[in-house]
């Protein structure tokens, strides 16, 4: 039961929980196709849930809602810049990684220097990206450079590239949260802001590198994901504003901040995937899936915080 | 003699550890004005909580039968705060409407803005106060003028004693006579009022009756005509105990400089304990605040930091709650600890391991969690986390409550040797004792510097007298 006390256990456990009931309807039969898939998908949600993460632990009221205009942007600036060229690969990563840098800065900037709450600022600036994503785009679909497109569609050792792309992330996030000066900054922070100021903490530092980390690493995964669905679309980053957030909840990081984890998200996003293939295999109509996942996920939260309620 | 008004019998109040009544009694008869002084965690604001009904009292009685917020006011007992307890979002007559519930359900704005203003042109007449401007657009004696009126006034039964707590803080020289003299006519018509003030000159003239507090006690209770200036400071204070500075006067470069506003501007030197005292909430800690944001890093981390806080609210901006106490030890020297960035473990637990030692932090281990930490052992770790910075000046925002005598003197020493190494401590205190230690003391005052005491001239009675106002807002 001592494994229980970690707080992403949870996620795992639920995400496994679904994952055999799901084989358990279908005999088995396409359960490596469903891994697969589940690892794929997961590797978005956990490339924008890390960024959010961070926000998350930064403490009440900080959270970046503007991460499905930075994945749209990113991708449609990355895909439109490389043109399908082959040599052009480098520079599109580049732009991406600006494009994210940009957004963080520009995020900060409106809640430092207008003092807006993050959550008003963050959502004001996805307007304004959204808007430059519509404007660059034109509804034009450009295809990805080849190398891209199979990077991201394909497996290496069965376990797909862009898994290992968001297990390569999540390990160096790991390393940030946990052993470096920075992650125990944010901690700190997301406790007490003014007790970490007293303590040499320079916050707006911290603050500034936070939003920019989280835009940064949206824009990382909308890049992979036009690649991967072979272009770049305006509403490609809807479903990625709750999704950031839900893996970050349910993969047991405190919603106040301050205390964080990483291995959680990776069992809330394979978790998020697995619910909709499980209700799906089981038939269920559309409006039943949506109330039952909304149920299972209460119930996943509600264990994961009865762990904490029993802690010293 | 009269029916007193209330009467509190062999009070005992106690926070923890700290004691802030210890067997108080007062009787409170129609007709006087009694002063109540005594400096900082003498125990006033206490007796004034228990007066009003908001705070019960571990023993002793208060009144005959139970007593609370309800009873105090349907005796008649209003309370004008130190800290403004209008809401700034609401009109006159809408704050009137909470303080007043006796207030008629139909029509009670009409009733309200009359009882208002009839109390303000009878304190302050001439003020130009109208009941219908929202609080938020007074100025802060416009705010405390409405306040002190709204407690002298009531729809129904008229009130029976008005506690006054710094009342004059924010008023100049005028109002505060026509308050003054309002006190003396209510008193003339039977009410009774409780008058806290700093300002001795308004309590010997004001007053028909003094009481003084010290040490959560009453040490003197005699009529104001007993008293003078300067028996009524000698009552305040220790006569046993007279502090002594440790050192001649320090010599040497300025460490940290500052121009307040009004009063003397600071400065500390290499190497020097710098004292702040004076009464809580003049300035001490908004100084301390403000030295610390001039020097602390923003935006890019200090390689090595200019300056370093011991927090006296340890819930404000102390500990860090969710984590370990060697996490929370270490907090202000991560970057002493780490090499490109990444935290050494094995460097982090040395240095924890050997301020635990140092400072006698009582835990069978440094992974437990702060909050396991009695209040006192907390800290000692917020103080560890300080001292081992490599930032040549330490701020200490009055760190020492609920440390234990033990400890104290631990501390003193370990602060005393790093002086000695050339590090400048700024303390605020309202611990008299500790003024003692050091090499030279500001004296706070209405947010200015009102004094400064070097070696010899370092005293409780210096002190207290400059704390105090000898003259009617003549210094301020």
Redesign the interface.
């Known amino acids: 039961m001592k494994a229980l006390n970690r707080p992403w256990a949870w996620s795992f456990l639920a995400a496994g929980l679904v994952w055999l009931a799901t084989i358990w309807v279908t005999k088995g039969a396409a359960s490596g196709g469903l891994t697969e898939a589940a690892l794929t998908f997961a590797a978005f949600s956990v490339l924008v849930g890390i960024g959010q993460m961070f926000v998350i632990t930064l403490g009440p009221g900080n959270i970046d809602l503007s991460v499905p205009a930075t994945m749209t942007l990113a991708g449609t600036l990355a895909l439109k810049l490389m043109d399908g060229a082959e040599g052009m690969v480098i520079p599109g990563l580049l732009a991406t990684l600006g494009v994210g840098i940009a957004v963080g800065l520009a995020n900060y900037a409106l809640i430092k220097a207008l003092r807006i709450p993050p959550i008003i600022a963050t959502l004001s600036m996805s307007f304004i990206i959204q808007s430059i994503a519509i404007w660059s785009n034109r509804g034009i679909r450009i295809k990805p450079p080849e190398s891209l497109a199979s990077f991201t569609t394909s497996s290496t050792l069965t376990v797909p590239n862009v898994a290992l792309v968001a297990l390569a992330v999540s390990i160096a996030a790991w390393?940030l949260l946990n052993?470096?000066?920075?992650g125990?900054?944010v901690?700190?922070i997301g406790?007490?802001l003014?007790?970490?100021?007293?303590?040499?903490?320079?916050?707006?530092?911290v603050r500034?590198a936070t939003y920019v980390l989280c835009a940064t690493l949206a824009a990382l995964a909308g890049f992979l994901l036009s690649c991967f669905s072979g272009g770049a679309a305006l509403n490609m980053g809807n479903e990625y504003l709750l999704m950031s957030i839900a893996v970050v909840v349910i993969g047991g990081s405190?919603v106040a901040g301050?205390?964080s984890n990483v291995p959680g998200i990776w069992g809330a996003g394979l978790f998020m995937f697995l619910i909709v293939s499980m209700l799906n295999t089981y038939q269920f109509q559309a409006g039943y899936r949506l109330i039952l996942t909304g149920l299972i996920i209460i119930a996943v939260i509600l264990l994961a915080s009865g762990r904490k309620g029993g802690r010293? | 003699m009269q029916d007193p008004v209330l009467q509190v019998h062999d009070i005992a109040v106690r926070f923890g550890e700290v004691t802030a009544l210890d067997g108080v009694s007062l009787t409170i008869a129609p007709g006087e004005c009694i002063g109540l002084v005594g400096h900082n965690g003498a125990g006033k604001s206490t007796l004034i909580s228990v007066l009003n009904g908001g705070l019960t009292p571990q023993t002793g009685s208060v009144g005959d039968g139970p007593y609370g917020i309800a009873r105090a006011r349907s005796l008649g007992v209003r309370c004008v705060f130190q800290e403004l307890s209008l809401c700034p979002n609401l009109s006159i007559t809408e704050n009137a409407r909470i303080a007043h519930r006796d207030l008629p359900a139909f029509g009670w704005r009409g009733t309200a803005r009359r009882i208002v203003s009839d109390s303000l042109d009878a304190i302050f007449p001439g003020h130009g106060i109208d009941p219908r401007a929202q609080v938020g657009e007074l100025s802060i004696a416009q705010r405390q003028m409405v306040e002190i009126a709204m407690a002298f006034s009531s729809p129904t039964a008229p009130p029976r004693l008005v506690i006054l707590d710094e009342p004059t803080s924010s008023l100049d020289a005028g109002l505060a006579a026509q308050l003054l003299a309002h006190v003396k006519r209510f008193i003339a018509q039977g009410g009774a009022v409780i008058l806290v003030s700093h300002i001795l000159d308004e309590i010997l003239s004001t007053a028909t009756r003094i009481v003084v507090m010290k040490d959560a006690r009453i040490v003197a209770d005699r009529p104001a005509a007993d008293f003078t200036q300067g028996s009524l400071v000698q009552a305040m204070g220790s006569s046993a105990k007279e502090l002594t500075a440790r050192r001649a006067q320090i010599t040497g470069d300025d460490a940290l400089r500052l121009t307040l506003p009004h009063g003397l501007p600071f400065h500390a030197r290499k190497g020097e304990i710098v004292g702040l005292s004076g009464l809580g909430g003049h300035g001490q800690t908004r100084m301390l605040l403000a030295l610390h944001e001039a020097h602390a890093p923003q935006w890019w981390p200090a390689a090595t930091p200019a300056v370093t806080f011991v927090a006296g609210d340890r819930r404000l901006n102390g500990t860090f709650d969710l984590w370990s106490i060697l996490k929370n030890m270490t907090a202000a020297a991560l970057p002493d600890l780490a090499r490109h960035g990444l935290i050494r473990p094995t460097a982090e637990a040395t240095q924890a391991a050997t301020w635990k030692d140092r400072i006698a932090i009582r835990t069978p281990d440094l992974q437990n969690p702060i909050l396991s930490l009695s209040g006192g052992n907390q800290q000692k770790v917020l103080f560890a986390r300080a001292l081992a910075t490599r930032a040549p000046v330490v701020l200490m925002d009055d760190p020492m409550r609920g440390v234990d005598i033990g400890t104290k003197q631990e501390v003193y020493r370990i602060i005393r040797d790093e002086a000695d190494h050339g590090r400048t401590f700024v303390w605020y205190s309202t611990e008299m004792e500790e003024m003692g230690l050091c090499d030279r003391v500001y004296v706070f005052r209405e947010g200015a510097i009102v004094a400064e005491l070097v070696g010899e001239e370092i005293s409780e009675h210096a002190i207290l007298a400059a704390s105090f106002a000898e003259s009617n807002r003549g210094a301020a």
């Open positions: 390393v052993r470096s000066v920075y125990r900054q901690a700190a406790q007490s003014p007790a970490a100021r007293m303590a040499g903490v320079p916050v707006d530092g500034l405190a301050g205390d010293p």
